[in-house]
């Protein structure tokens, strides 16, 4: 008698967890909450036995940098704005600046639902807004001028190698097929990187 009295408890306290991790749920995806605070959250949840409901901390603006702000920069930018845009501001930029976007780069996320021909290539120095907690290099040279324009700012900075499909060589569809991959490459990374985007 006592064994059943004592699962039933345990049955209702497992039922009151579950409960109380919906309304957590609820709570994180409706209410936008500002990067100081997202950083933290998950470490406080931990505490308490719940750091599950936070796949991962989002920062609250993410700056991606490559070569000429022409293909990878503007690509990562794009995927990272459709799965986290609500959360997350987000912007690219390029230790130079190209006249142009990549025609190829626009096709491939045009295949996705994705646009990005509004955007117009631009150099770290040409940025509106230079507060970003997270600067993602897709190229040594991006890295190596992040590491010195961000010195001795609270700045998380991370090192992504990214191949250029602009080097690729041969039939169109054969080069449309290395952007596709960069595609998937990017986004892949993106995800494990900040965790499932919320529905």
């Known amino acids: 008698m006592l064994d059943l009295k004592f699962a039933c408890s345990l049955d209702r306290a497992l039922s009151e967890l579950q409960i109380q991790e919906a309304h957590w749920n609820h709570i994180l995806a409706s209410v936008l909450i500002d990067s100081e605070v997202r950083r933290s959250l998950p470490h406080a949840l931990a505490n308490f036995g719940i750091g599950t409901l936070v796949a991962a901390a989002l920062p609250g603006a993410v700056l991606f ?41 626009i096709q491939v996320l045009h295949e996705i639902g994705v646009e990005v021909i509004s955007h117009e290539p631009k150099t770290f120095e040409q940025l509106d807004d230079g507060s970003f907690d997270m600067v993602v290099s897709l190229t040594p040279g991006a890295q190596h001028r992040a590491a010195q324009m961000l010195r001795g700012r609270s700045v998380q900075i991370e090192y992504w190698p990214t191949y250029d499909p602009t080097d690729a060589e041969g039939p169109r569809e054969q080069v449309l097929e290395g952007y596709r991959q960069l595609r998937e490459h990017l986004d892949r990374r993106i995800r494990e990187r900040f965790g499932e985007p919320p529905d």
């Open 65 to 105: 940098a490559c070569a000429r702000n022409r293909t990878r920069s503007p690509m990562a930018a794009a995927l990272m704005r459709r799965s986290y845009g609500k959360l997350v501001h987000v912007d690219c930029c390029g230790i130079a600046a190209d006249s142009s976007l990549d025609p190829m780069m």
